[in-house]
């Protein structure tokens, strides 16, 4: 289970940093734009809607419900667990650093 979290936060993760290189070449449209296959934005976005319906649909990793999206935090062993906004007041508490 601890490894569907960790596969879907990096999901999201690369999912986030392809919307920023996007964002970014849109800001700048210089000579970023033209090196780009036009291919890889419609990849990057079909990934980062795949990415959303994954956190959307997930359990809460503490009280194993779905409890809407849910908010990924790190854990002192390295782990990472998804925590609903229920939860999330518990994961304060323990000074997780969230995602
Ligand atoms: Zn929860």
């Known amino acids: 289970m601890s490894e569907m979290v960790v596969a879907a936060v990096v999901m999201i ?5 392809a919307v920023y290189a996007v964002s ?8 970023t734009e ?11 976005m079909e990934g980062h809607r795949r990415a959303k319906q ?5 359990l809460c990793s503490s009280c194993r419900k ?9 854990q002192d062993d390295g782990s990472v667990v998804g925590l609903c906004k ?3 007041a518990k994961a304060k508490k323990r000074d997780m ?3």
């Open 54 to 58: 994954n956190a959307t649909e997930q």
């Open 34 to 44: 033209t090196a780009k296959p036009a291919r890889s934005n419609v990849i990057s």
């Open 24 to 31: 970014r070449s849109r800001m700048n449209p210089g000579k």
């Open 66 to 74: 779905k409890n809407g999206k849910l908010i990924f935090y790190a």
């Open 86 to 88: 229920d939860c999330k």
């Open 13 to 17: 993760v690369l999912a986030g940093a």
């Open 97 to 99: 650093l969230p995602l």
